[in-house]
């Protein structure tokens, strides 16, 4: 299912000065399509019927009936996670507390990702990795553990890869990527200085980016090519950066494997070459 609200905030960057008005009007008060007509939502906004219906198809729908159904659906569902959100983590927690909220909260936040998920955007990052000369990973904390999974993916399907965990090493491979290369930015909060300036370097030289970042208006989301969004749903215990680093770690597996299933028997037989066979124990030795 992809997301209406996400569709009409990537697509407005093409829309009419009249049309990305209306736009910013629903994004800031979705609940204006569910509560009003057509022509009522013209009047609020100062627009017309028909600006309202060319934004609905340059957002992918037939009309505005299909668009209002959408947002109502997706509008609803926000208001039934909202009601099943677990609380927070408190002192008084059992185990069997703790396992219940955290499994729950994981479970969540892979299901919201999922319908995030865009389809075109996907598809174009996938074509994006296969044609990458170089692919250059860049994340802070808890992010750079996405990416180093993702580094370890993407050469067992013989992509060339770069990674540095500090700062200026990662800085500097910002400025040596060139057009021909790709960057794959993991950011849960989309406002991470350092990512910035690298990402502000890659721009320079014209390198394409990926963004893996939360379902929010940030600098990340706005610098890169394409974003592959996250649910914005970390909680108290965020220095865990738990509920993120699933959906970030979801999101690279999906990467993987559609880039893996493109060139299907290439990767089968890459990944064979690359597998690493561990020995078999002595007899009478247990394994570790």
Not at 32 to 52: G, N, Y
Not at 140 to 145: D, E, F, N, R, T
Not at 152 to 180: G, P, Y
Request: charged share 25%.
């Amino acid at each position: 299912m992809t997301n209406a609200l996400l569709r009409l905030r990537e697509r407005s960057k093409s829309f009419s000065s009249t049309e990305r008005e209306v736009a910013e009007s629903i994004l800031a008060d979705p609940q204006l399509v569910v509560d009003m007509s057509i022509h009522e939502l013209a009047k609020h906004t100062f627009s017309s019927a028909s600006t309202i219906v060319r934004l609905c198809n340059h957002t992918g729908y037939t009309g505005y009936k299909e668009f209002r159904k959408a947002l109502t659906y997706e509008l609803a569902q926000r208001e039934q996670t909202k009601k099943n959100e677990q609380k927070e983590i408190s002192r008084s927690d059992s185990l069997e507390e703790i396992i219940q909220k955290i499994t729950y909260s994981n479970v969540l936040s892979l299901e919201e990702t999922r319908d995030l998920m865009d389809m075109e955007v996907l598809r174009a990052c996938v074509d994006m990795l296969r044609n990458a000369k170089v692919i250059y990973l860049f994340g802070m904390g808890a992010s750079l553990c996405a990416a180093k999974d993702a580094y370890l993916k993407f050469l067992r399907l013989n992509r060339l890869c770069v990674i540095n965990e500090d700062w200026h090493s990662q800085l500097v491979q910002a400025r040596n990527a060139t057009r021909e290369d790709l960057a794959l930015v993991v950011s849960y909060s989309g406002a991470t200085v350092e990512i910035i300036e690298c990402m502000k370097a890659l721009r320079e030289n014209g390198t394409p980016i990926i963004a893996i970042t939360r379902f929010v208006q940030s600098p990340v989301s706005e610098m890169a090519t394409q974003n592959l969004y996250t649910p914005a749903n970390e909680s108290i215990f965020r220095s865990g950066a738990m509920s993120s680093r699933m959906s970030q770690l979801n999101v690279i597996d999906i990467l993987y494997t559609a880039l893996a299933n493109s060139q299907y028997e290439e990767s089968l037989n890459q990944l064979s070459k690359t597998h690493i066979h561990k020995p078999e124990p002595a007899p009478g030795k247990a394994s570790r």
